[in-house]
């Protein structure tokens, strides 16, 4: 069974920072593409960013490029989010999910078949 458990949210102030952790079982990081979503309240599960099973390539949205770092350890079989210099904005539950990845160009997607729960991130100003 595939699964995806986030740990490692909370509350910070702006301009801090968060590790977010996802560790994953029942599959390795070779089988499918994985990347974080996140939801902030009234609005949309928007893409943050994505590592490619391919050639570990990593993918960001524009807001959070230069911010926040994707990573990845096969060993012990865990995703994880560095986010620093963080905003009020980037306020949202967090979701780690594997799935396939499609590029084109500049545009990337990561269509997840497995999320995780999710992780509540608060900045407070």
């Known amino acids: 069974e595939v699964q995806l458990v986030e740990s490692g949210g909370g509350l910070v102030q702006v301009g801090g920072s968060l590790r977010l952790s996802c560790t994953v079982s029942g599959f390795t990081f070779g089988d499918y593409d994985v990347g974080w979503f996140r939801q902030a309240p009234g609005k949309e599960r928007e893409k943050i960013s994505c590592?490619?099973?391919?050639?570990?390539?990593?993918y960001y949205v524009d807001s959070v490029k230069g911010r926040f770092t994707t990573s990845s350890d096969n060993a012990k079989k865990t995703l994880y989010l560095q986010m620093d210099s963080l905003k009020v904005e980037d306020t949202a539950v967090y979701f780690c999910?594997?799935?396939?990845?499609?590029?084109?160009?500049?545009?990337?997607?990561?269509?997840?078949?497995?999320w995780g729960q999710g992780t509540q991130v608060t900045v407070s100003s």
């Open positions: 999910a594997a799935g396939s990845l499609s590029t084109f160009a500049r545009f990337w997607h990561l269509e997840a078949s497995h």
């Open positions: 590592i490619s099973r391919r050639d570990g390539t990593t």
